[in-house]
Each structure stands twice: as structure tokens, then as C-alpha cells.
């Protein structure tokens, strides 16, 4: 009979920056929904085969990383307007609390820093499945959402609108696909 320690259960799985993405949506002048996305990603998560429970996540964004299609919007959103990248070149998360929602979904809450504040968000979760790559590195796919509001992290830069409402809404909903390679 072999007999496990609980280090054997613990596998630690590096974020792939080449397939992993944020996106987020807000809404514009309160009509439409303008998206953008962060493309500088890294970070690990270290999971707990038999107590997913005691798993973590911790992921740092590059703030200036940050696209929309537009430059001119790019540079206001990387200014002290918004993210403010030069004084904050990072955005991080930490997570606190993993729990499962069911075999491949997980709420994952955790300490999201922007702009020097620290607010806690829950990440709904769900493990896309696991294989082999063509180097034979073993991968996993996670696929998450979340809403911030945004003013919440001190991102408050904002235009009245002369027929009422304003010019950038408050909430984000945020998508994350992201690949990691087991180490």
C-alpha cells in the first residue's frame, strides 16, 4: 500500500501569457458597450488535487498592457484619468478563498488591487479541461467572469452627459480565458 503526503497533491501551474486574456466591457455614453482588453498577464495557481479548497491564485497585470483599438482611448485609460500606469504599473490579484461549486466550477475570492486600493472579488470559475500539448507539456483552461464597479477602485474620471447619465458607466464585466502549464 502507497501512502500520499499532502505535498504529493499540490501542483503548482504557471499562467501562459501567449493564451491567456482579459477582456472587460463598459458602457459608452450609456448606449453602447465599448470592450478592451489587457494582454500583459502572469502569474501561478497552486492547486490542491485532493482539497481544491486549499488551492490559490496569483496573478499581476501590466496596466499598460491595456487595449481598446483606439490609441488616443488606450493613452487616457493608461493616465492618472483611470489606471494611472505610471504610478501603478500593476494590477494584481490574490485570491483568499477557493470553493467549489461543483467538479470543474469554482467561486474564487480574492484581493483585487488597482490603483493602490484593494477591494475582495469573487471570480466564477470553470475548469475548461486539461491535456497534453504538442510539446508535452501538460495544460489547463480556465475560463472566468466577473462584474467591478469601478468606482470602487478609484476610478472615477467621468463626463456629463447634457441629455442626462454620463459618458463612461460604472460596472465592468470582465471575462478571463486563460492556459497554464504545469510545472
Keep these: 500500500m502507497t501512502t500520499h503526503t499532502q505535498t504529493e497533491t499540490i501542483t503548482t501551474w504557471a499562467i501562459d501569457p501567449a493564451h491567456a486574456l482579459?477582456?472587460?466591457?463598459?458602457?459608452h455614453m450609456m448606449v453602447?458597450?465599448?470592450?478592451?482588453?489587457?494582454?500583459?498577464?502572469?502569474g501561478t495557481i497552486t492547486?490542491?488535487?485532493?482539497?481544491?479548497?486549499?488551492?490559490r491564485a496569483d496573478v499581476a497585470i501590466d496596466a499598460a498592457s491595456i487595449t481598446t483599438?483606439?490609441?488616443q482611448r488606450?493613452?487616457?485609460?493608461?493616465?492618472?484619468?483611470?489606471?494611472?500606469?505610471?504610478?501603478?504599473?500593476?494590477i494584481t490579484f490574490t485570491s483568499t478563498r477557493v470553493q467549489p461549486t461543483s467538479d470543474?466550477?469554482?467561486?474564487?475570492?480574492?484581493?483585487?488591487?488597482?490603483?493602490?486600493t484593494t477591494r475582495p472579488v469573487t471570480l466564477a470559475v470553470e475548469l475548461n479541461g486539461r491535456g497534453t500539448s504538442p510539446y508535452g507539456q501538460e495544460v489547463a483552461g480556465l475560463s472566468a467572469?466577473?462584474?467591478?464597479?469601478?468606482?470602487?477602485?478609484?476610478?472615477?474620471?467621468?463626463?456629463?452627459?447634457?441629455?442626462?447619465?454620463?459618458?463612461?458607466?460604472?460596472?465592468?464585466?470582465?471575462?478571463?480565458?486563460?492556459?497554464a502549464v504545469r510545472q
Design 22 to 27: 482579459i477582456e472587460f466591457g463598459v458602457k
Design 104 to 116: 470543474a466550477t469554482f467561486d474564487v475570492t480574492g484581493d483585487l488591487t488597482i490603483r493602490g
Design 69 to 71: 483599438g483606439n490609441e
Design 145 to 179: 467572469i466577473t462584474t467591478l464597479n469601478r468606482h470602487e477602485f478609484g476610478l472615477n474620471w467621468n463626463v456629463a452627459l447634457e441629455a442626462g447619465g454620463v459618458l463612461v458607466g460604472p460596472t465592468a464585466r470582465v471575462v478571463i480565458e486563460l492556459e
Design 32 to 42: 453602447t458597450t465599448v470592450k478592451g482588453r489587457f494582454t500583459g498577464i502572469e
Design 47 to 55: 492547486v490542491d488535487e485532493q482539497d481544491p479548497a486549499n488551492s
Design 74 to 90: 488606450d493613452a487616457h485609460l493608461r493616465s492618472a484619468d483611470f489606471l494611472d500606469a505610471d504610478t501603478y504599473p500593476t
